[in-house]
């Protein structure tokens, strides 16, 4: 079992940052890929980033060039680094970990508010 905890959420001000991490734990080593998604209200949610065993990287259109994803030590942690927030990037951000054979583990997500 894996289990995930998001945490960096917060209120922003548009043009600011944030730094979301997910903690894993639990069987690490059957995580293959982590994404991080979102979930705005009345919308369904949607990956925004993601990133592989072999570090490639995956971004939405609308994150490209604002947001990166990174880890520390395998997969005990990953980063979103969300740099010029928007309004339209509010939302509850999860983290889901992939683990192959064994199915997809989901966190119970961090709510990120971008308003003035």
């Known amino acids: 079992q894996v289990h995930l905890v998001e945490s960096g959420g917060g209120l922003v001000q548009p043009g600011g940052s944030l730094r979301l991490s997910c903690a894993a734990s639990?069987?690490?080593?059957?995580?293959?890929?982590m994404g991080w998604y979102r979930q705005a209200p009345g919308k369904q949610r949607e990956l925004v980033a993601a990133?592989?065993?072999?570090?490639?990287?995956y971004y939405s259109d609308s994150v490209k060039g604002r947001f990166t994803i990174s880890r520390a030590n395998a997969w005990n942690t990953v980063y979103l680094q969300m740099n010029t927030l928007k309004p339209e990037d509010t939302a509850v951000y999860y983290c889901?970990?992939?683990?192959?054979?064994?199915?997809?583990?989901w966190g119970k997500g961090t709510l990120v508010i971008v308003s003035s």
């Open positions: 889901k970990a992939d683990r192959g054979d064994s199915g997809f583990t």
């Open positions: 990133l592989t065993g072999g570090n490639n990287t």
């Open positions: 639990g069987t690490i080593s059957s995580i293959i890929a």
